[in-house]
């Protein structure tokens, strides 16, 4: 039974104003009203944080790991009726949502094992040399927690970037108590989820306060929260917009703290010409079914495609409007994405240049139809709204003269997420010049498939420079995610009684570097 309540270290708490949960297919109301959560509630939330953030930091690895893998399961307990408010306040499918709450849960428990594993504390020794001129000290370091962490959850992802998504799994993971902002777009979702994390605190005897969740509508919510002394990070997955001021209001702080927020990506594609001669309908086939994946409500939508123009680029754009109109309109997450996706798209198609390839079946009112659009390098270089984002099932062929026009306007391109080669054995010697281009802007380079997925592994870079992430250096997927919310701490001369655990002497099998040198 849900309550509409915030969570605030294990208490629910009523708010002094209420919002409704809206089915996003039908837009009818969804019981019950859920509170706002007001800037006492924010106040209490972190004080709590930081009044648990040294037993929590403290724990063992065994201890977090155990943490970790109870949450884990008490979501997965959810079971069916987890998934059934995802799918009436997002508007996605069953199986869509079914495989995200395997992606959560599966995220959790991966991180258990890398918190088990040990080697994210970096652990060095350096052991001391009196005899040098000057002497050397011993020197030992670990990376310990920055402290509470701020997570905003997002829209497109109810479960696997929302309450108990990665910034939260990574945070928790690092020993970093976390205060969440639930999207107010799947309010009763987030509950939900929140209410399984209460308990496994709860179980595992852990001060209330390593997690709370607050509810709300309005951008004063969020701002409290990052302005909070008591926090030490932020995590954000949402628009450009939304994540530039959280990093204004981060900076503007008597104490900065970093925001790691993903923010916007168009994902550019290319077409080597080898592989689109020889399979210009299999790819068009495929490039339409991953841009209308989920009505395109992916940060890495293909929202670019290049090629060399001639007859085979004539081809691909024929078989993507031939494929078009079986793309049925989906449901949208909400009324105000559906909206600023069919602004954006009117804005592109008056675009000097630009022609209308195709577009998708119509659906409701709250669906995304598909567009596709082409348009020449040369006109797509004159024009910077050809690169904006529109959130949604669009895309964009730009028809090159030859492949350095491609590779200068790749170069010219903001920061993104992924960029992708489609190529051929015969492409390798033009593609391998391509390369060094993509590794400048983007987190991931894909070879051979479509960006729309994400695998939650020890290799994964779901990152890239700004505007992709606010700081390109990090990842918001996979176990590097961990590292946004450590700090290192060396400890010069410290006697043995006093040290850290993990950098005694003795220590207990954890990968370690010493006089330079890795060991376990």
Not at 299 to 316: E, I, K, Y
Not at 345 to 359: D, H, K, P, Q, S
Not at 370 to 392: I, P, S, W
Not at 447 to 456: E, F
Request: aromatic residues 6%; proline residues 6%.
């Amino acid at each position: 039974m849900l309550t509409g309540k915030n969570l605030i270290a294990g208490e629910w708490r009523d708010g002094n104003a209420s919002f409704e949960a809206v089915d996003a297919a039908s837009g009818e109301p969804l019981a019950p009203e859920f509170a706002e959560a007001t800037k006492q509630d924010v106040a209490d939330a972190c004080s709590a944080a930081a009044e648990a953030q040294n037993k929590f930091g403290a724990l063992s690895q065994a201890e977090r790991a155990k943490f970790l893998r109870l949450a884990a399961d008490k979501i997965d307990a959810l079971g069916e009726a987890l998934t059934e408010r995802a799918m009436s306040e997002s508007g996605l499918p069953q199986a869509r949502l079914t495989g995200e709450r395997g992606r959560t849960v599966g995220q959790l428990r991966l991180f258990a094992d890398e918190v088990e594993e040990g080697a994210w504390q970096s652990l060095r020794i350096d052991h001391a040399d009196p005899e040098r001129t000057p002497p050397k000290p011993d020197l030992r370091l670990r990376k310990i927690p920055l402290g509470p962490v701020a997570v905003f959850g997002a829209s497109n992802f109810p479960l696997a970037f929302s309450v108990a998504g990665g910034d939260t799994a990574s945070a928790l993971a690092a020993g970093c108590c976390v205060v969440v902002k639930g999207h107010p777009a799947h309010p009763g979702t987030s509950e939900m989820v929140a209410g399984a994390i209460s308990e496994a605190v709860s179980e595992c005897g852990l001060p209330a306060g390593v997690f709370s969740m607050l509810s709300g509508t309005g951008y004063d919510l969020g701002e409290a929260l990052v302005k909070d002394p008591h926090i030490a990070a932020v995590g954000f997955t949402g628009s450009r917009s939304g994540g530039l001021a959280l990093i204004e209001h981060a900076a503007n702080r008597e104490v900065p703290i970093p925001v790691y927020a993903e923010m916007s990506s168009i994902n550019p594609v290319v077409l080597m010409p080898a592989r689109l001669q020889e399979g210009a309908k299999d790819l068009a086939a495929a490039y339409v079914a991953s841009l209308s994946l989920g009505a395109g409500q992916f940060c890495t939508n293909p929202g670019l495609v290049f090629c060399v123009d001639g007859d085979a680029a004539s081809q691909f754009v024929e078989a993507t409007r031939d494929a078009l109109p079986d793309v049925a309109g989906q449901t949208m997450l909400t009324k105000g994405i559906q909206s600023a996706y069919s602004k954006g798209i009117a804005a592109l198609g008056r675009l000097t240049g630009v022609e209308l390839v195709g577009v998708g079946a119509e659906g409701s009112s709250a669906c995304g139809q598909a567009h596709v659009y082409t348009v020449t390098g040369e006109d797509f270089r004159k024009d910077k709204g050809f690169q904006e984002e529109f959130f949604g099932p669009s895309s964009i062929i730009v028809r090159c003269a030859d492949l350095d026009e491609v590779a200068n306007i790749l170069a010219s391109l903001e920061g993104q997420l992924t960029a992708t080669l489609h190529m051929s054995e015969a492409d390798h010697t033009e593609a391998a010049k391509l390369v060094p281009v993509l590794e400048q802007i983007a987190g991931r380079i894909i070879a051979n498939s479509w960006p729309t997925g994400v695998d939650v592994t020890h290799a994964m870079v779901h990152g890239g420079p700004f505007p992709a992430t606010s700081d390109g250096r990090s990842t918001s997927v996979g176990t590097l995610a961990i590292e946004r919310f450590l700090r290192p701490v060396s400890y010069q001369d410290m006697p043995e009684s006093l040290l850290p655990t993990p950098l005694k002497n003795d220590n207990p099998g954890c990968l370690i570097r010493v006089n330079g040198k890795h060991r376990v």
